[in-house]
């Protein structure tokens, strides 16, 4: 996926002020890339310097390359070509050697499109003025930038063409070449504020008569999660437009999309392939301890399951039955599973009733439990369910999982979903396998935030940033614990209330490392204003 490249304002007034400069810039194994006033090869890794604190990175074999750029002085020449070009004054920029000359005159040109960029990252920062772009299924409007809005329109109309083979999606006539609209917004912040969910609320697909929509945001750490978020939620989108007055039943309206918005993503030649049903171990270890435990839900008990009684256990319960039925007993419910799923949603040979409040129309189409159940058994050619579900439970408790890998996958879920009670267990009980997994650390941090305690939140964010050195929210977040504030909590103004805090200097320190690891990000940089003010105000008053 491309990162876009938007510029902070505080790093383009720095550009502005001294366009020549100098910085060194490294990149990582995983595709990262940080820009930094020198980067220095020390013992087995590196040490990088910065505006607002050091960094050192202890193994070197995290840095894919590193490009010393304009500041020679210390530069050691690898060979006598480069020990040539040192003695005539140039220097290294971009993997190129130049005259001193021809460096500030591509200083200059990178310092005008970065001022190009910011111009027109301002222009669509705002959602009142977010990007907009119509794809061949979907109309989609987003504040995050060109490259991510042409990513997910490619991405949501492959899963359009798939679903379409898989389970034959073909839209009412009324809907036939109508495109609904996908919102995704720039941060969890910004979405839980415009569509006015609750926080635990990672994206929604809303039916209304005039605008029915999908929406989710961007996740830039974690990208993986928008995607599951944005599959699953327009799983209810294309299920929406085989029938617009159908209700469906919770159990099997979240497991279908839960199945298939599990996918493989793979991107080649700017060509998106989705492949579906992705193995969900950690809903396979919430089966699993129930069957251990004996209180694993049954098959007829799933089917009757109503919405207000439908959580996290029934949801691992629910995608494990679908799971079962596309991949086990070698196959053979698969045809039928998707032969029952596009009659049930089209109401094609099963009765329904009408009631009141439902979907665009404001009218719904209700098919009973009962006849839901009866359809399934019946394309799927079974008349004893207590087989199919002792054959369902012996295919999940068959599946190999690492268990601390599945618990830290069933925390951040949980962390994902704000729901930190239930998460904590899980994290720790991960880390304590020996997961070293910075993601553990850093989602035990939030977990213990939300509980109020910053102190233990504080310690385990640095050991998440001792794990991940260069991670951008990692910094931010620390800062925010360092002061006994939670990130994820919307003040507006907290420059007086942190003015007189014994770790505030450190703080903005921190914040400032974020702002410079990813200066792309305005949140972080709104942050550290905060926090330099307030230093700069404590420090006024001493």
Same mark, same amino acid.
Request: aromatic share 10%; net charge negative; proline share 4%.
């Given at each position: 996926m491309?990162?876009?490249r938007?510029l902070?304002?505080?790093l383009f007034?720095?550009?502005i002020?001294?366009?020549f400069?100098r910085?060194d ?6 595709g990262?890339?940080v820009?930094a ?7 087995e890794?590196y040490r990088?310097e ?8 202890k193994?070197?074999a995290?840095?894919?390359a ?9 530069y050691e020449?690898?060979d ?6 040192l003695?005539?004054?140039f ?5 190129k050697w130049?005259?001193k ?5 591509e ?6 499109r970065r001022?190009?960029e910011a111009?027109a990252a301002?222009a669509y920062?705002?959602w ?5 772009m119509?794809s061949k299924?979907?109309?989609i409007r ?5 490259e991510?809005m042409?990513?997910y329109?490619d991405l949501?109309d492959?899963?359009?063409k798939?679903m ?8 009412t006539?009324?809907?036939r070449g ?5 919102n995704i917004y720039k941060s969890?912040?910004?979405f ?8 635990g ?17 961007h996740?830039?750490?974690e990208?993986s999660t928008s995607q599951?978020?944005g599959?699953?939620?327009?799983t ?13 039943q919770?159990?099997i309206n979240?497991?279908?999309?839960d199945?298939?918005?599990s996918?493989?993503i793979?991107?080649?030649k700017g060509?998106?392939?989705?492949t579906p049903?992705?193995?969900q171990?950690?809903?396979?270890l ?8 004996g ?6 008990q ?6 207000a009684?439908f959580?996290a ?8 039955f679908?799971?079962?039925?596309n991949?086990?007993?070698?196959g053979?419910?698969k045809?039928g599973f998707a032969?029952?799923?596009k009659d049930?949603y089209s109401?094609k040979?099963?009765e329904?009733?009408?009631e009141?409040?439902y979907g665009g ?6 098919v009973?439990?009962?006849a839901i159940r009866?359809m399934?058994l019946k394309?799927i050619?079974v ?6 579900e002792?054959?369902?439970?012996e295919?999940i408790?068959g599946i190999?999982?690492d ?5 830290l996958?069933?925390g ?6 704000w729901?930190f009670e239930?998460?904590?267990? &899980?994290?720790t009980?991960a880390i304590?396998?020996g997961?070293? /997994?910075?993601?553990a650390? !850093? =989602?035990?941090a939030? *977990?213990?935030?939300s509980k109020g305690d ?6 385990d964010?640095?050991?998440?940033i ?9 910094r931010?977040?620390?800062s ?6 939670n ?6 103004d ?5 003015s007189?805090?014994a770790?505030l200097?450190?703080?903005r320190?921190q914040?400032?490392?974020a702002?410079?690891? &990813?200066p792309d990000n305005?949140?972080f940089?709104?942050w550290? /204003?905060?926090?330099n003010v !307030? =230093?700069?105000?404590? *420090?006024?008053?001493e």
């Open positions: 491309t990162r876009p938007l902070s304002l505080t007034a720095l550009l002020v001294t366009p400069a910085a810039r490294i990149v990582t194994m995983d990262r890339q820009v006033k020198k980067a220095r090869k020390e013992g890794g990088l910065f505006e607002y604190g050091t960094i050192e990175l193994d070197g995290q840095v894919k590193v490009e010393i750029e304009g500041d020679m002085s210390d020449p690898q006598d070509n480069e020990r040539d070009k003695e005539k004054g220097v290294r920029y971009q993997g130049m005259s000359r021809a460096y500030e005159t200083l200059n040109k990178e310092a005008e001022r190009e111009d301002l920062a705002d009142q003025n977010a990007l907009e119509e299924y979907f109309n987003t504040n995050t930038s060109p991510l042409e990513y329109a949501l492959a899963y359009y798939m379409k083979r898989e389970l034959g999606i073909m839209p006539p009324s809907m109508v495109k609904l609209w996908v969890r912040e910004e839980t504020k415009k569509t006015q969910m609750s926080p609320v990672a994206g929604f697909f809303r039916p209304q008569l005039d605008r029915s929509n999908l929406n989710f945001y996740d830039y750490p990208p599951w978020v599959l699953h939620e327009c209810h989108l294309l299920t929406y437009l085989l029938d617009q007055e159908f209700r469906p919770i159990w979240e497991a279908v999309a199945y298939f918005g996918s493989d793979e991107v080649k060509k998106v392939t989705i049903g992705k193995l171990t950690d809903r396979v919430t089966v699993q301890q129930a069957i251990r435990d209180n694993a839900i049954g098959l007829e799933l089917f009757l399951i109503d919405r009684n959580q256990f029934e949801y691992a319960h629910a995608w494990s679908v799971y079962f039925l991949n086990g007993a070698k053979k419910y045809k032969s029952f799923f049930l109401l040979g099963i329904y009733s009408n009141a409040g129309s404001g009218k719904a189409k209700v009973t439990p009962e009866e399934l394309k050619k008349k004893d369910v207590k087989s199919l002792e054959a369902w439970h295919y408790a190999s999982v268990a601390p890998e599945a618990r996958k069933r951040l879920r949980f962390v994902m979903m729901e239930d998460a904590l267990p &899980d994290l009980a304590d396998a997961i070293l /997994d910075p993601r650390f !850093a =989602a035990r939030r *977990a213990y935030s910053e102190g233990k939140a504080a310690e964010m640095a050991k998440a001792e794990l991940d050195p260069l991670n951008a929210q990692f931010h977040d620390l925010n614990y360092m002061i006994g504030l990130p994820r909590i919307f003040f507006k907290v420059s007086d209330w942190v007189d805090n770790n200097g450190a703080a320190d914040a400032g490392l702002m410079e690891l &990813d305005r949140e940089e709104r550290f /204003d905060v926090l !307030a =230093a700069k105000n404590s *420090a006024a008053q």
